[in-house]
């Protein structure tokens, strides 16, 4: 299955990774390019993965485009002035294009997996708000991944190492929805921004990012 969805505003798009990394490569302009850098990668699923951002971006920016990566592991289009964030979970990619100069964007298949780990990126007052809800429900699993995501989200903003997700990353407490936004302060830098990150919540993913 191709591109899954593609909006304008953001520039934004999600790929849900149905193609062996054969089909995806074939499905490259200039697919030469990309075969010695997608060899490096043994991992079949990752090599799915690796291809299918490449795809994306082909789709979202109309010609081919050439992803790079800086010291600290961020993305970045070399002789481009829009920036980007990639994210890509169990049998999904996504991409978020912007002018805006740290955009980030962040999705996690629908499982258990945020609402079991929550200890470990959760400050005590994001902890106390998880523990009063239903441990088994759906609408807490759902919440504690989209904390996840913001935060990964937030993460990829500051594009900074030694960020602590518990300590430095807050998600302020929000009004849950299938789709709406939250504001999570960061107290890693002197200036404590404040950054609203955009959620959706659906069946098979939670998707966030903020342009």
Same mark, same amino acid.
């Given at each position: 299955? +191709?591109?899954?969805?593609?909006?304008?505003? +953001?520039?934004?798009?999600?790929?849900?990774? /149905?193609?062996?990394?054969?089909?995806?490569?074939?499905?490259?302009?200039?697919?030469?390019?990309?075969?010695?850098?997608?060899?490096?990668?043994?991992?079949?699923?990752?090599?799915?993965?690796?291809?299918?951002?490449?795809?994306?971006?082909?789709?979202?920016?109309?010609?081919?485009?050439? *992803?790079?990566?800086?010291?600290?592991?961020? %993305?970045?289009? %070399?002789?481009?002035?829009?920036? *980007?964030?990639?994210?890509?979970? @169990?049998?999904?990619?996504?991409?978020?294009?912007?002018?805006?100069?740290? %955009?980030?964007?962040?999705?996690?298949?629908?499982?258990?997996?945020?609402? @079991?780990?929550?200890?470990?990126?959760?400050?005590?007052?994001?902890?106390?708000?998880?523990?009063?809800? +239903?441990?088994?429900?759906?609408?807490?699993?759902?919440?504690?991944?989209?904390?996840?995501?913001?935060?990964? /989200?937030?993460?990829? *903003?500051?594009?900074?190492?030694?960020?602590?997700?518990?300590?430095?990353?807050?998600?302020? +407490?929000?009004?849950?929805?299938?789709?709406?936004?939250?504001?999570?302060?960061?107290?890693? /830098?002197?200036?404590?921004?404040?950054?609203?990150?955009?959620?959706?919540?659906?069946?098979?993913?939670?998707?966030?990012?903020?342009?």
């Amino acid at each position: 299955m +191709p591109l899954l969805h593609k909006y304008e505003s +953001p520039r934004m798009g999600i790929w849900k990774i /149905t193609e062996s990394w054969e089909e995806l490569l074939e499905s490259l302009v200039n697919k030469d390019v990309y075969y010695s850098g997608m060899m490096e990668i043994s991992s079949g699923n990752r090599r799915r993965e690796w291809l299918a951002v490449r795809l994306l971006l082909q789709h979202l920016s109309g010609h081919e485009a050439r *992803i790079g990566y800086r010291g600290n592991g961020s %993305p970045f289009l %070399p002789g481009s002035a829009c920036n *980007i964030s990639i994210s890509h979970t @169990k049998g999904f990619a996504a991409i978020l294009l912007s002018e805006n100069k740290n %955009p980030g964007i962040d999705m996690e298949y629908r499982s258990e997996r945020a609402w @079991k780990l929550r200890g470990k990126y959760m400050n005590e007052n994001e902890w106390n708000r998880m523990m009063s809800l +239903p441990d088994n429900g759906n609408v807490a699993t759902a919440i504690a991944t989209v904390c996840w995501c913001a935060k990964e /989200t937030a993460f990829k *903003i500051l594009g900074e190492t030694g960020v602590d997700f518990s300590e430095h990353l807050c998600v302020e +407490p929000f009004g849950f929805s299938e789709e709406g936004f939250l504001l999570l302060e960061e107290k890693y /830098t002197e200036r404590h921004q404040r950054f609203r990150i955009n959620y959706r919540v659906t069946g098979e993913y939670i998707l966030t990012w903020k342009e």
